[in-house]
């Protein structure tokens, strides 16, 4: 088991219709030490792989970006769910249905910030049916910059977005991916996944 898989079972909550609650570490308070673990496999996952831009969607996926973007020391850049009235930069626009506010979202980038040498680590909280990830994917192919990979913390494996993204021909790594889970005795399987290297906890960013 590693260290996410450990922090789920000792934090997580599992919700009706299959939602998986980690407020208490990434999705509402944001607990560093996890946050700067989850980067250090990351990189490892990814070495040899040429990353120049850190991409993901806002809010939770931030975080983990910011932590990912210091390791590399490349810029950040999220995408935006909400037009912001006083931008009036052009933008790249794609569209991502959300599965935990059941609404479709235009998701934008601003030109500026996506250009055609790019390649891009696409980093983010969750993945369950692929939307935001393909969202992401759409927007750096609209600059025509390059998917370096993408970098999931927490995947639902039941359904469809790993499997699909894959089939694609995706570079994606998961941190922990979720086989299955039972809100009624909360409890979880995780996918076995090669033995991973715990990050020492007491190692410096850089
Ligand atoms: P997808 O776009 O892959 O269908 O869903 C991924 C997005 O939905 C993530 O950015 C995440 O914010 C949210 N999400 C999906 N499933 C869960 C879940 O079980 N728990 C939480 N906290 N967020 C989820």
Do not use: C
């Not at 590693?2 to 570490?25: A, C, P, T, Y």
């Not at 210091?70 to 769910?81: C, G």
């Not at 959300?98 to 055609?116: D, Q």
């Not at 991916?177 to 850089?206: C, G, H, S, Y």
Request: hydrophobic share 45%; proline share 1%.
């Amino acid at each position: 088991m590693n260290f996410l898989e450990e922090k789920i079972l000792q934090d997580g909550v599992i919700k009706e219709g299959n939602i998986l609650k980690v407020d208490s570490f990434l999705n509402h308070q944001i607990d560093i030490d996890v946050m700067r673990q989850m980067a250090y496999e990351f990189k490892r996952r990814f070495h040899g792989v040429e990353v120049n831009k850190i991409l993901t969607i806002e809010a939770s996926g931030i975080a983990i970006a910011t932590l990912l973007g210091h390791l590399y020391d490349v810029p950040v850049v999220f995408a935006k769910k909400s037009q912001t009235a006083n931008s009036t930069d052009d933008k790249y626009v794609a569209q991502a249905y959300s599965f935990t506010h059941k609404k479709m979202n235009n998701v934008f980038i601003s030109k500026p910030y996506l250009n055609a040498t790019d390649k891009v680590l696409i980093v983010d909280d969750f993945l369950a049916d692929g939307q935001a990830a393909h969202a992401l994917i759409d927007l750096v192919h609209q600059a025509g910059a390059e998917v370096a990979g993408i970098g999931i913390a927490i995947e639902k494996g039941q359904q469809k977005g790993g499997s699909e993204l894959r089939a694609e021909g995706v570079r994606l790594e998961s941190l922990a991916i979720v086989e299955e889970m039972d809100w009624q005795t909360q409890t979880i399987k995780f996918r076995e996944q090669p033995v991973q290297k715990i990050a020492n906890q007491n190692l410096k960013l850089k």
